[in-house]
């Protein structure tokens, strides 16, 4: 078992215990389990054992595989979590980003810079780089029987002290740690309103810069004057600490936030799956993501449509379809 400080789940979540995520080694589980246990009702699970043996993605190996190919690296700069959510401009993929190739950035990391100033490579496609089908992880991915898969593998990588702050997303993911560890705080779906959502309607103004999927509470540090229901929130709250060879089912709609810990370069995999058509119809927040992004779209338009007659239209219209 992983170390856990959870209360008991809700029923609408259909834990498989009571009060904990189930941590099961590869050589417990068979495909069919991890479907019909896990993936299809929708219950994070912590796999471990199917990421041994594999070389460390250290830095060095990053370069040498990635070195040359190009990311857009978000910069959070080191106040953001010390602000008010409310005031934050942009969060997740609507964050600046500035592209590099992943050697300078490699640098930005060896210097302390990327720590300053809070620089990390987020869902980082590895489409038509070495890695996209990275054996250790394809073959991973193939044991648990996995298939649907919505996007490539994206990396998530950067220096210890970063935190991707408490979000869902509205497909099924697995994030697979390789090097480092990252501390997971995790609240299920029934939780959606408790934890104090941006609304849907934030789309309309902000495009994809401020998104509903994410929650506008701290949970190490909840407002709970501002943000009320959160106290009912705390009882469903469980941490993990995922670390390196272990990956994590993140059913849509659960809440996570995850912290890079240590001292070194922590870096994970990810990738999104499609909802099995059961729990799919019933996931409002999946729904509810979506919409968002619908309501969006009138500004997202109007950004592609400004950025045309610029000299950068190029990378502006990049940028604007990577953050959607
Ligand atoms: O590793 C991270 O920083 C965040 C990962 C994440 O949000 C995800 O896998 O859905």
């Not at 996995?146 to 702050?165: D, E, I, Q, Y």
Request: charge should be positive.
């Amino acid at each position: 078992m992983n170390n856990l400080s959870s209360p008991a789940l809700s029923r609408g979540d259909r834990p498989s215990k009571p009060d904990a995520i189930a941590v099961i080694d590869i050589s417990a589980l068979t495909a069919q389990a991890f479907q019909q246990q896990y993936f299809l009702p929708g219950i994070p699970v912590v796999v471990t054992g199917l990421l041994a043996n594999q070389e460390p993605w250290t830095l060095d190996f990053l370069c040498q595989h990635l070195g040359d190919a190009i990311f857009p690296v978000r910069q959070y700069g080191r106040d953001r979590y010390q602000q008010d959510k409310r005031d934050w401009a942009d969060m997740g993929s609507g964050v600046t980003v500035h592209s590099i190739s992943f050697r300078d950035y490699a640098d930005l990391i060896r210097s302390g810079q990327a720590h300053q100033q809070d620089l990390y490579l987020a869902r980082c496609s590895l489409k038509g780089t070495p890695l996209e089908q990275a054996p250790i992880l394809t073959d991973a991915e193939s044991t648990l029987g996995l298939s649907g898969s919505v996007t490539p593998l994206n990396l998530w990588c950067g220096p210890a002290g970063h935190t991707s702050c408490l979000h869902y997303d509205p497909m099924d993911g697995t994030l697979m740690q390789l090097v480092g560890t990252k501390q997971v705080t995790l609240f299920p779906p029934s939780q959606l309103y408790n934890v104090h959502p941006f609304s849907v309607w934030n789309h309309l103004l902000h495009g994809a810069k401020r998104r509903a999927v994410y929650s506008q509470v701290y949970p190490n540090q909840p407002d709970f004057e501002s943000f009320p229901r959160f106290r009912k929130a705390v009882p469903h709250r469980i941490d993990i600490t995922l670390n390196p060879g272990e990956i994590l089912l993140i059913p849509a709609g659960w809440w996570h936030e995850v912290t890079s810990v240590g001292d070194g370069l922590v870096c994970s995999v990810n990738r999104w799956w499609n909802v099995p058509w059961g729990r799919s119809l019933r996931n409002w927040s999946k729904w509810r993501a979506h919409l968002g992004s619908v309501l969006g779209l009138p500004h997202v338009l109007g950004n592609l449509v400004s950025a045309l007659p610029t000299a950068a239209r190029g990378q502006k219209l990049k940028e604007i379809i990577q953050r959607f």
